[in-house]
Nanobody
Framework: QVQLVESGGGLVQAGGSLRLSCAAS????????MGWFRQAPGKEREFVAA????????SYTDSVKGRFTISRDNAKNTVYLQMNSLKSEDTAVYYC???????????????????WGQGTQVTVSS
């Protein structure tokens, strides 16, 4: 089994920053592709960012490019999402996810991920 636990969410003013963390435990590997998704009330879960096991490749949704940075520390089994210049439209529950072990490439849809955390709320006040 794989457990993913997010932390770092909270309330921040527009223009501020937050860093989300996702700690993985259980049957994890440094080669696992990891992603961040978010879901706002009444909306579908959407892709935010993802990173390959080595960290050499990343992908971002257009709306966060230049503002968010995904990174990972494989020694700590932790993935991060640094969020800068936050906007009110970034308000959502943010979820960490892991692809199945057989995949080495990034996926940008929720169906591409097998394991999910419980989510952490990010609220940006304008």
């Amino acid at each position: 089994q794989v457990q993913l636990v997010e932390s770092g969410g909270g309330l921040v003013q527009a223009g501020g920053s937050l860093r989300l963390s996702c700690a993985a435990s259980g049957r994890t590997r440094s080669s696992d592709v990891m992603g961040w998704f978010r879901q706002a009330p009444g909306k579908e879960r959407e892709f935010v960012a993802a990173i390959t096991g080595s960290g050499a490749s990343t992908s971002y949704t257009d709306s966060v490019k230049g503002r968010f940075t995904i990174s990972r520390d494989n020694a700590k089994n932790t993935v991060y999402l640094q969020m800068n210049s936050l906007k009110s439209e970034d308000t959502a529950v943010y979820y960490c996810a892991r692809r199945g072990a057989v995949f080495s490439s990034i996926a940008t849809t929720p169906s591409g991920y097998a394991y999910w955390g419980q989510g952490t709320q990010v609220t940006v006040s304008s």
